[in-house]
């Protein structure tokens, strides 16, 4: 099992421009979710999803956006970068709430 | 508001010792525990976790204690080796209601010298 990839692994993007990290995971894990990763903040919960057709804001969903057409995939959204945003992306998923959750090895973006 | 807060922020262990990471939490709706580990260049990866209905666990050189009326949990590595050297998240999730997810502390860059 490949567990949780995400892609890219790197992306550099310009202020302004839009972009899609990808996420997809074989575990048939309803939730799913993303993080963000500053230097020494820990992980934030942008988003994150109940199972395919749910999703909802975590803590800092501003300038970002979720769909879940699918159990297995759950791609983050970018509209306008801004040099906020730089930043490690990291999606997880689990099985179910205040369980185990696994994570992919991260996007790391930055926005110039 | 942080929610959980974790200290010490760098830590530096001989090997063989025992090393100390501690956290504590304000919302009494929290209801998981785990601490994750991440190695540079890695995801985060459970380490071991503990529910509030136990006041310790323990699975081979990790262990959790867990005080729920002073709203504070800690893991211990006894025997620290090299390998362990990482950053080291705990983290908490409510029982029901709001944002789902888990809450992280801020992390422990551990050294571990040989």
């Known amino acids: 099992n490949a567990g949780v990839t995400q892609t890219p692994k790197f992306r550099i993007l310009k202020i302004g421009q839009s972009m899609t990290l990808q996420c997809a995971q074989d575990?048939?894990?309803?939730?799913m979710y993303w993080y963000r990763q500053d230097p020494g903040m820990g992980l934030k919960l942008i988003y994150y999803s109940v199972g395919a057709g749910i999703t909802d804001k975590g803590e800092v969903p501003n300038g970002y956006n979720v769909s879940r057409s699918t159990t297995e995939d759950f791609p983050l959204r970018l509209e306008l970068a801004a040099p906020s945003q730089t930043s490690v992306y990291f999606c997880a998923s689990s099985i179910s709430r205040n369980t185990e959750a696994f994570f992919g090895q991260g996007t790391r973006l930055t926005v110039v | 508001q942080q929610q959980v807060k974790q200290s010490p922020q760098s830590l530096i262990v001989q090997k063989g010792g025992i090393s100390i990471i501690n956290c504590a939490y304000e919302n009494t709706a929290f209801d998981y525990f785990p601490w994750y580990q991440q190695f540079p260049g890695k995801g985060p990866a459970l380490l071991i976790a503990?529910?509030?209905?136990?006041s310790e666990k323990k699975e081979g050189r990790f262990t959790i204690s867990f005080n729920k009326s002073a709203k504070q949990f800690s893991l211990h590595i006894m025997d620290s080796q090299p390998g362990d050297s990482a950053t080291y998240f705990c983290?908490?999730?409510?029982?029901?209601?709001?944002?789902?997810?888990?809450?992280f502390g801020k992390g422990t860059h551990l050294i571990i010298q040989p």
């Open positions: 983290a908490a999730s409510k029982r029901g209601g709001g944002a789902d997810g888990l809450t």
């Open positions: 575990m048939n894990h309803n939730y």
């Open positions: 503990i529910r509030p209905d136990v």
